[in-house]
T-cell receptor
Framework: EPEVTQTPSHQVTQMGQEVILRCVPI?????FYWYRQILGQKVEFLVS????????KSEIFDDQFSVERPDGSNFTLKIRSTKLEDSAMYFC???????????FGPGTRLLVL | SQKIEQNSEALNIQEGKTATLTCNYT??????LQWYRQDPGRGPVFLLL?????KEKRKERLKVTFDTTLKQSLFHITASQPADSATYLC?????????????FGTGTRLTIIP
């Protein structure tokens, strides 16, 4: 069964460094998302992406964040200058179309020191 | 903004019994509602989706109901097993300019006691 995959599974970085989180959505899906979950808290929406552009972003998704679909299969989240409060699990999700299920990847655990 | 409440943070159920989890929401009604399972350190795994025009959906030992009048969904696991122990998340779609994003509840941590 097709799955959303994410790399790396864990990332440790120093505050102020740039990180890129990678996702490979399910191949026939058209809508892509990033969510995050701070330890012990709920899953929160960050950004949605469709037709090669951002559809919507939350207030968390400030100028330090960017997303890209560089080659038609990968979907990346870049944090330009990480802060301590960026430490969280980051989940990629994708879906085929309108009102269809979002399928989530296993997540990347980001720790900013 | 949409607010979602899941009835309890933790629920302990004896093996073999039915576990019932509740999801209540405020404000406008979503077009659909989803239930996910999340194990520690893992991503949400899709279980069931129910649309606003459906009252009930079943999949094996799982059943979900959706009452748009009460603004509530119930999630049932029958003949519960220790392997069902996990956190269960309720998620609603939020329509915005034709886009959809999910708003999650905080989850209910279910423990099935052998």
């Amino acid at each position: 069964e097709p799955e959303v995959t994410q790399t790396p599974s864990h990332q440790v970085t120093q505050m102020g460094q740039e990180v890129i989180l990678r996702c490979v959505p399910i191949s026939n899906h058209l809508y892509f998302y990033w969510y995050r979950q701070i330890l012990g808290q709920k899953v929160e929406f960050l950004v949605s992406f469709y037709n090669n552009e951002i559809s919507e972003k939350s207030e968390i998704f400030d100028d330090q964040f960017s997303v890209e679909r560089p080659d038609g299969s990968n979907f990346t989240l870049k944090i330009r200058s990480t802060k301590l409060e960026d430490s969280a699990m980051y989940f990629c999700a994708s879906r085929t179309g309108f009102q269809e299920t979002q399928y989530f990847g296993p997540g990347t655990r980001l720790l900013v020191l | 903004s949409q607010k979602i409440e899941q009835n309890s943070e933790a629920l302990n159920i004896q093996e073999g019994k039915t576990a019932t989890l509740t999801c209540n929401y405020t404000n406008y009604s979503p077009a659909y509602l989803q239930w996910y399972r999340q194990d520690p350190g893992r991503g949400p795994v899709f279980l069931l989706l129910i649309r606003e025009n459906e009252k009930e959906k079943r999949k094996e030992r799982l059943k979900v109901t959706f009452d748009t009048t009460l603004k509530q969904s119930l999630f049932h696991i029958t003949a519960s097993q220790p392997a069902d122990s996990a956190t269960y998340l309720c998620a609603l779609d939020i329509h915005s300019f034709g886009n959809e994003k999910l708003t999650f509840g905080t989850g209910t941590r279910l423990t099935i006691i052998p």
